[in-house]
């Protein structure tokens, strides 16, 4: 990761929300932020997060994660979410079900 901007790698509009696919955002390999149509703060961000128990617990290297105002929701951990199609992939179907619940 680099100490720079993040790298916006896609743009999307889905449903009326703004999301933006993101390299090294803050502390995070990839995410996508969430936004209200026209508006620039995100009201949610998907995240890959390092996984520092993965050796341990042998489980997967990385966590996919949901943080919504105050939650923070993990999906699970895998390798493949540092992989950036694999990553896209499920974040936009986390999104999805993320916009069927408002």
């Known amino acids: 990761m680099t100490d720079g901007p993040p790298q916006i790698l896609k743009l999307y509009n889905i449903r009326g929300y703004d999301v933006a696919f993101l390299r090294d955002f803050r502390r995070y ?6 936004c209200q149509s026209g508006k620039q703060d995100p009201i949610a961000v998907v995240t890959v997060e390092r996984n520092r128990m993965a050796r341990l617990l042998k489980t997967g290297s990385h966590f996919l994660c949901l943080h919504d105002g105050d939650r923070h929701i993990n999906y699970g ?5 540092v ?6 992939e499920a974040a936009l179907k986390t999104i999805n079900s993320w916009i069927d619940g408002q």
């Open 77 to 81: 951990a895998s390798n493949d979410w």
């Open 83 to 88: 992989n950036a199609d694999k990553f896209e």
């Open 29 to 34: 390999p990839y995410a996508m932020t969430i």
